[in-house]
């Protein structure tokens, strides 16, 4: 082993810490600059001696920004050309592509919804088309890995598709190219019942204010007696569209954020005049996947006793990341500052090992930790939101959870209508109905234990009604079958009677005003 050692050229010499040549230039002083010489060497070493060509690119992106990245948390990041341009379009609520929404499994795409003025819409695609070919590429002889990787490289140039309609057994050929297509950020709305109406907002992107004002002024404006804003699974997106939209709710002035970092001056986020105002009852529905900017809308509306925040403790994202644009059109994601709501709490959850490990010692010195919404309420800390109304989603039993991962309610309705024809929008699932899945799932070669097949009754209907009026009338109908026999919805609907008193503090003389 020492022969070896001794036997490297010079520059793997330097990797192994021998010391420099006499003569050399002394190193700065300059912590950076000392760092990215160390940095330089030791690729010089790696891009001279590996056994096989480097990938520079590769190496430097992936390797060197994002593994040093890594070691500072998990937001912080470092955008490619491709990565970069995904996120300026989803700031602004666009992607490009052909819009629509698919089903995929290995073997199987089915189109769930088309979007208004889409490529797909223009060409005639719609609800229970089965794209069986791309560009010639048969679909049903790849696995999933492939078919992710035929539609990525798809979605940018023009395509040639083959497609079966609904109750047909021949393919059509559709050539279609590529546009710039909006993405909602409100991707449901309807009523939920007389009064009540029912939004779910999937991120914040700059033109989410104005989809939740368009919204409710679609569901009936102020005449409605109550709305259900479902932030479950809503990711953040951009703080300023988060003020934006708790201004539509909140009184003018009102503070929404307060942001601290190092480098950067404090800074406060209020509420201004919004072009609208909804006085409405409201009930906020939030679960693990709530994060970030979304976060800081739920936490505006809850401290200032704005709405009932129901569901479970939300993620705990509480950190400011500034993206900056670099050369070669690669961008830099860095952690820069921390979210601190009204009373003065971080939304931040302790990260272990990471410089997020201890989140509140940011808090000011003169914060004495007791933190209260504007009536009085006491709040939580430590971490994310917790709900003024704390219930959790039914849990699916691992039978269910099975045939949801293998996608066999879709096949089965894709294969109902074929059989059958189209459905009428009357169509409720009946024991028939039920034992022509489990027909189907027998020569799936799936097993019905009774255990499961008798105690999932109910969800199996949903799940079956769910799918045939997501391939027969779209996503929007499958989507309110889906929503109506959700748990959580259902029980956020019945704190409406109840909001005034949970909004109470529990002590008048508690009552304090978030700073």
Known sequence: MLSKIQSVPLALSILLGAPALSGQSQVPEDEVTRAVIQFTRVYSAVQENFMDPVDSQQAIYNGGIRGALAELDPFSNFFDPDQLDQLKQFAVGKTKGFGSVLYVQPGKILVLQTAEGSPSRRAGLGPGDEIVSVNGTRIDRLDMQSLVDLLQRSRSQTVRLGVIRPGKFVSEEFELHPAEIPTPSADKVFTLAPGIGYIHLNAFDIKTPQEIAESIQKLGGEKLEGLVLDLRDNRGGVLDAATAAASLFLMPDQLVITQRGRRSPEKSFKTFSAPVHFNMPLVLLVNGATASAAEVFVAA?????????????????????SVAELSHKTGLALTTAQYFTPSGRSIQRPLPGTALANPESALRSDSNHDFRTASGRPLAHGGGISPDAAFHGAELDPWVTFLNQRGLFTNFASEYLTVRGKINEQFVPDEQTLELFKNFLNRQRVLTPDEYWQADQDYLKLRIQTELFNLVFGLEAGDQIEVRGDPQV??????FPRIDALLKPATPDLAVAPK
């Open 490 to 495: 259902r029980q956020a609907m019945e704190l």
């Open 301 to 321: 509306l809850q401290e200032h006793d704005r709405a009932v925040v129901a569901g479970g403790p939300t993620f705990g994202k509480g950190v400011v990341e």
